[in-house]
């Protein structure tokens, strides 16, 4: 089956820096690879996804790039703010999703 | 529109009691799926159907588990005999499936129901 690895576990950054976050995912049947933000107490909620089909996605301050190739998946954020203090999870697969472990990202004022 | 919703919230049961966990779905959506979240970790992949059929029952735990959507809307995921290893956050999600299938489509996910196993 597929398995998702996900790095850094945590990442702190100051307010108005760039995050990255990166996976690599094992089945190179996957096909879909979405990201999704986690807040305390609440379900996961998707901000962005890519389909295998392209390489690149940007929606205003956040971007994912994918290389099927080497099977890896990046989560861009840039300029960074309060709000997007959360944990992240990527995750790959055609069908049910493979997750990652998860990220928390903390933005320092 | 209402999104995911999931029922009860929170269920305290004890070890060797059954329990039924309900889901219902954005409305016209086709494809729905159960993950269960640990604490500190991702989603697990347990099932997902398309309409009332049960496509994928590979991420089940054990025989304990199962899950139905007899008329391709509302779904429960049963667990028997409960231990204290089933005690996680349960969580539905649903997705349109206009593709005819589940690849590509967007996953939608309801707030959960965390199961407490004493």
């Known amino acids: 089956g597929e398995n998702v690895e996900q790095h850094p576990s945590t990442l702190s950054v100051q307010e108005g820096d760039s995050a990255v976050i990166k996976c690599t995912y094992s089945d190179s049947a996957s096909n879909y690879f979405p990201w999704y933000k986690q807040e305390l107490g609440k379900g996961p909620q998707l901000i962005i996804d890519i389909r295998s089909n392209v390489g690149e996605k940007k929606d205003q301050r956040i971007a994912v790039t994918l290389n099927k190739t080497a099977k890896h998946f990046s989560l861009h954020i840039t300029e960074t703010q309060p709000e997007d203090s959360a944990v992240y999870f990527c995750a790959a697969g055609a069908d049910g999703l493979t997750f990652g472990k998860g990220t928390h990202l903390i933005i320092q004022p | 529109g209402a999104g995911v919703s999931q029922s009860p919230r929170y269920k305290v049961t004890k070890r060797g009691q059954d329990v039924a966990l309900r889901c219902d779905p954005i409305s016209g959506h086709v494809s729905l799926y159960w993950y269960r979240q640990a604490l500190g970790q991702g989603p697990e992949f347990l099932t997902y159907f398309n309409y009332e059929a049960q496509q994928d029952k590979s991420g089940l735990p054990n025989d304990r588990f199962s899950a139905e959507r007899p008329e391709g809307s509302i779904s429960t995921l049963t667990i028997q005999r409960t231990e204290q290893r089933d005690s996680a956050m349960y969580r539905c999600?649903?997705?349109?499936?206009?593709?005819?299938?589940?690849?590509?489509?967007?996953?939608?996910f309801g707030p959960g129901t965390r199961l407490l196993v004493l």
């Open positions: 999600a649903s997705s349109l499936g206009t593709s005819g299938g589940t690849s590509w489509e967007t996953q939608y």
